[in-house]
Structures are given as structure tokens and as C-alpha cells.
């Protein structure tokens, strides 16, 4: 390379960034040596900002434009103004272009559950999650505060902070709002709100902003969800009754259930004619009180023995008691053909054909068969 080719490459220096990772809050303009040249030109982006650091301190932060780098408006030291050093200037300058744009879609959550005071259930334990965005308001502040001089500075190394910072608002936010659990999937806007006023200030410290902040979700522990989810299976459900009679209505429907339809309507009905005769017992002046070890519950009364009468010649006798019928039949007043008949029974009866009397004739032997010839 020549003097004119060098000394042509000490005039034209152009000084831009353009980013397509998506990720990077601030980029160091590299030049060999950290020299910047009399003239250059600096075209900062919208979006964009462009901090210059002049001997390790901050100089200027510039806007979006186009700027030309001179010795009459920036307080630098071009190689060309020092001849006795070889071309090469013992000052030292820097630029790094900082991104101003907004950050979106970052993921923020709690780790552990945060537990509250709800005036309905009493202490919970709640987990949240949510978005939030943010961008960098002060470039100056956000560089000597966050950067340092770290070339490339994205945004995954100061997300965990910030997330942090959000747990923590939010936690104290949550404990102060009063607001009850079963209230708060229709306040999480306002939530959002208070915890990102909460923040503003400290993260502004870091020179950053934080436009938005979304809760997607507030949730119970699993165990207190599925006893909730119980609580309003019975209210849907309504009238109990109603609801199993339409269970057995269903199962008989069904292919192979129609025993289980059966016994679910069986019993339904038992508990249906228990409930009315408690009520029937009650009377008028409500329901008795259950039996304790004081009053002890009274054996069932005995079964009624059934009487029977006998037809005979056109005339009847009795009522005659199981156990005087026996002895009839010893003596030979009842015989497996007499007629007798008992209340609740359909007509008269031939006795052998009673199954309570027919196992009387078994003590005795049958008449025998008469004789053959």
C-alpha cells in the first residue's frame, strides 16, 4: 500500500451498526487501535443510540443522525495532527451504538409460591407468570451503570435481574392489593399496572424502561384447584335427585348396563322412601332427634303370625293358629286336601299346596296307595 492509499485511509472512516440479532442491546465499534480518524462520518439509525468514550470517559451520546467527527466539535485527536508519532495517535476513542428499541415478549415468573392473605379462604399459596417488554431510556446511564465495557451486551445477561426485580413487586403488590383469589383473573390488568409503577423507579437506575408488563396467569396449588373444581361440579349438578335419576335415564340407555341403571334407580328410591318416612316420623314439629347412648333405639316390633280357617262341609271353623293346625293334623282334622285360607291370601287353598302348611303333612307319612288287584 502507498502514502496516498495510507494517507487517503486517514480521511475516510465511516461509522454505522446495523443488527440483525434481535437480541443485542449494545455493540462496540471496533477499529484497530480504537482510533477514530478526523472527519469520520457517524450515521446513527433510528432506534439507535451512539455513546462516545474519549480516554475512558463518557464525551457524548448522540441521536439519531448523521454526524461528521471534526477536531472544531468533538474533543478528539486525529492520527494526522501528530506527525512525530508515526501516524498513530496516543488517543484513544471509543463508540458503542446502543439499541433503543423495545425488547418484547420477555418471559417473567415466580419460582417459589407466594403466599397471601385472601379474605375468602384464608392464607393461599398463589404462582403467577407472565410477559413484559423493555428498552433502554437512558444509553449514557445504562452504559456506565450495566455495560461497562463489555463489546457486545444482549439481553439475556440482565433478564434474570430484571425478572427478579418483577417477583419482587409483584409479591408485595400481590400481599397489599386485599383483592380475593376468585377476583383477581378480572383485575390482572390493574395488577400489571401497579407492579410496573412499582418498578419504574428502580429500573430506571439502570437507565432502562419497562413500557409494558403483562399476568397471563394467576393459579392455586393443585390440590385446592380440584377441591374447587368438586365445589362447582355441585353446583352445577343442582338436584341431586333429578341428577341420578338422569344418570340411571343414561345408563339404561347404554349396551351391558342396564343392571347397574337398575340398582342405581333401586337404590334412589330406597333413599327417596327413607327420607319420607324420617319426614312421615318428624311430624308436624320437625325432625326427631337422633338416638344417642341416652335413648337407645327399640327393637323392631315382631312379624304378625298369620291364623287360618278351615272349609269343611259347607261350614268353616278357626281361626286357627300354625301351631293348632299341627296338632289338627295329628288328630286328623286337617288332612293335605282341606281347604283353609288366611287373610291377604287369593281364595280358598288346598292345605298341602300352602307352602307354610304343606310342610306340616311331612311328620306324617302319606295315606297309602290303595290295593292293586
Same mark, same amino acid.
Given at each position: 500500500m502507498g502514502i496516498f492509499d495510507f494517507l487517503s485511509g486517514q480521511f475516510i472512516d465511516v461509522i454505522h451498526w446495523t443488527d440483525d440479532t434481535r437480541d443485542t442491546m449494545v455493540w462496540r465499534f471496533e477499529r484497530e487501535g480504537h482510533e477514530i480518524k478526523y472527519g469520520a462520518k457517524l450515521t446513527v439509525r433510528e432506534g439507535q443510540a451512539a455513546v462516545f468514550v474519549h480516554e475512558g470517559q463518557l464525551a457524548d451520546v448522540f441521536t439519531p443522525g448523521l454526524y461528521m467527527l471534526e477536531t472544531n466539535n468533538m474533543p478528539i485527536m486525529t492520527s494526522l495532527q501528530h506527525w512525530d508519532h508515526g501516524f498513530k495517535s496516543p488517543f484513544k476513542s471509543e463508540?458503542?451504538?446502543?439499541?433503543?428499541?423495545?425488547?418484547?415478549?420477555?418471559?417473567?415468573?415466580?419460582?417459589?409460591?407466594?403466599? /397471601?392473605?385472601?379474605? *375468602?379462604? #384464608?392464607?393461599?399459596?398463589?404462582? /403467577?407468570?407472565?410477559?413484559?417488554?423493555?428498552?433502554v431510556s437512558d444509553p449514557a446511564k445504562f452504559l456506565t451503570e450495566i455495560v461497562g465495557t463489555d463489546g457486545e451486551f444482549t439481553m439475556d445477561e440482565i433478564s434474570y435481574q430484571i425478572r427478579n426485580i418483577i417477583v419482587q413487586a409483584f409479591s408485595r403488590t400481590l400481599a397489599s392489593s386485599g383483592i380475593p383469589v376468585l377476583d383477581m383473573a378480572a383485575?390482572?390488568? *390493574?395488577?400489571?399496572?401497579?407492579?410496573?409503577?412499582d418498578i419504574a423507579a428502580q429500573i430506571a437506575e439502570y437507565g432502562l424502561a419497562m413500557p409494558e408488563l403483562y399476568i *397471563?396467569?394467576? @393459579?392455586?396449588?393443585?390440590?385446592?384447584e380440584a377441591v374447587m373444581d368438586k365445589r362447582t361440579s355441585i353446583g352445577v349438578v343442582g338436584n341431586l335427585n333429578e341428577y341420578m335419576q338422569f344418570q340411571a335415564a343414561e345408563a339404561l340407555g347404554r349396551? +351391558?348396563?342396564? #343392571?347397574? /341403571?337398575? $340398582?342405581? +334407580?333401586?337404590?334412589?328410591?330406597?333413599?327417596?322412601?327413607?327420607? $319420607?318416612?324420617?319426614? %312421615? $316420623?318428624a311430624g308436624p314439629w320437625g325432625a326427631r332427634p337422633a338416638p344417642t347412648a341416652a335413648t337407645p333405639v327399640p327393637p323392631p316390633p315382631p312379624p304378625v303370625e298369620k291364623v287360618w280357617h278351615i272349609a269343611k262341609d259347607g261350614a268353616t271353623s278357626g281361626?286357627? @293358629?300354625? /301351631?293348632?293346625?299341627?296338632?289338627k293334623v295329628t288328630d286328623g282334622g286337617l288332612a293335605r286336601d282341606s281347604l283353609v285360607w288366611t287373610p291377604g291370601q287369593d281364595g280358598w287353598q288346598r292345605a298341602?299346596?300352602?307352602? *307354610?302348611? %304343606?310342610?306340616?303333612?311331612?311328620?306324617?307319612?302319606?295315606p297309602p296307595p290303595p290295593p292293586t288287584a
Open positions: 463508540i458503542y451504538f446502543v439499541n433503543t428499541t423495545r425488547f418484547n415478549d420477555l418471559k417473567w415468573g415466580t419460582k417459589n409460591p407466594i403466599i /397471601a392473605r385472601d379474605p *375468602e379462604f #384464608g392464607p393461599v399459596r398463589l404462582r /403467577a407468570y407472565g410477559t413484559y417488554s423493555v428498552r383485575n390482572t390488568r *390493574e395488577l400489571g399496572q401497579l407492579v410496573g409503577k *397471563e396467569n394467576i @393459579s392455586l396449588p393443585p390440590a385446592v349396551d +351391558g348396563a342396564g #343392571g347397574a /341403571a337398575m $340398582q342405581t +334407580g333401586l337404590g334412589a328410591g330406597l333413599g327417596m322412601s327413607m327420607a $319420607q318416612a324420617a319426614t %312421615a $316420623q281361626p286357627f @293358629s300354625k /301351631a293348632a293346625m299341627g296338632r298341602e299346596d300352602v307352602a *307354610e302348611l %304343606a310342610q306340616l303333612f311331612t311328620v306324617m307319612p302319606p
